[in-house]
């Protein structure tokens, strides 16, 4: 039975930081873990300069910086300004829904397809459509390369890669239509202006798609090409580059330039560790 909400998501954001006891949390959106060795860098130095000292690490692989100074529910201006600054909030009004996870080592090893470019052009249309900015913070997008990383994470819509031409959406629970990837976003997109569409506006309206009274498409059986579901990627040496883990008090400036040493943009995994690839590409 679909959740009866009561009040809207407060997903934290830099424009909408979460007020925990220890001062401001702020997470930051990246799309698919992908970031570059100097943000991550820069976000250092804020966290040193404003914060605990610490980047944290999320389970959607995204990050968070926490003990901010600000006040009504607002960073103080120069936090903010020294935030916009490391590149990691290239939108004011869509930071909170620019929710994408991509299988990690896309485009670096292994996987049916780089997915990529095809995350990049959902963001591209998620930030350019103002009517998207309204999109719950929690509503997330998932893309799987065909390797079954991200095959069992529950989401909003996704998809999974089939061949190198092809993919099969995720509309909630449930499977959606075969498209072609290269219009993959496109339709992704669709799928979320009308999820907005019929949620309404109300405090009491839901914030994922499983919790609509009716489905968003009609559900299609799942491909045969579908792959199997892969365990999480292991720490250490594998293909492509070295997965680190990060322990739970995340990342202090020294372990941050310790991993940025080693190429100049890592992946953020949801597995609470950081890529470090091979080489660049």
Not at 4 to 16: F, H, M, V
Not at 148 to 155: A, E, I, K, P
Not at 176 to 187: D, I, K, R, T
Not at 219 to 226: A, G
Request: hydrophobic content about 40%; overall charge negative.
């Amino acid at each position: 039975m679909p959740a009866i909400r009561t009040r809207r998501d407060r997903c934290p954001g830099a424009l909408r930081p979460w007020p925990a006891d220890d001062g401001l949390l702020v997470r930051l959106r990246l799309i698919g873990g992908r970031i570059s060795s100097e943000s991550l860098l820069a976000l250092a130095g804020v966290a040193e300069e404003y914060a605990d000292g610490r980047v944290h690490l999320t389970g959607r692989a995204n990050l968070q910086i926490r003990g901010l100074p600000g006040s009504e529910g607002r960073l103080a201006p120069e936090v903010l300004s020294a935030i916009e600054a490391t590149g990691l909030l290239p939108t004011r009004g869509h930071e909170l829904v620019r929710n994408i996870m991509v299988s990690p080592r896309s485009g670096l090893a292994e996987g049916r397809t780089d997915l990529r470019p095809v995350a990049a052009e959902l963001d591209r249309l998620l930030c350019s459509d103002g009517q998207l900015a309204e999109l719950p913070g929690r509503f997330l997008f998932v893309l799987d390369d065909g390797r079954g990383d991200l095959v069992g994470r529950s989401c909003d819509l996704g998809l999974v890669v089939l061949d190198a031409g092809t993919a099969q959406l995720k509309v909630g629970d449930a499977w959606g239509p075969v498209v072609a990837l290269e219009s993959a976003a496109f339709g992704i997109v669709r799928l979320a202006r009308e999820f907005l569409d019929r949620r309404g506006s109300s405090a009491s309206a839901p914030w994922h798609v499983v919790e609509l009274l009716e489905p968003l498409v009609q559900p299609q059986e799942p491909d045969v090409r579908l792959p199997a579901p892969v365990g999480p990627l292991p720490y250490g040496a594998v293909a492509g580059g070295r997965h680190v883990a990060v322990p739970d008090e995340g990342l202090n400036r020294r372990s941050a330039e310790a991993l940025a040493a080693g190429a100049p943009e890592l992946v953020v995994t949801p597995w609470r560790g950081v890529l470090v690839p091979e080489e660049s590409r």
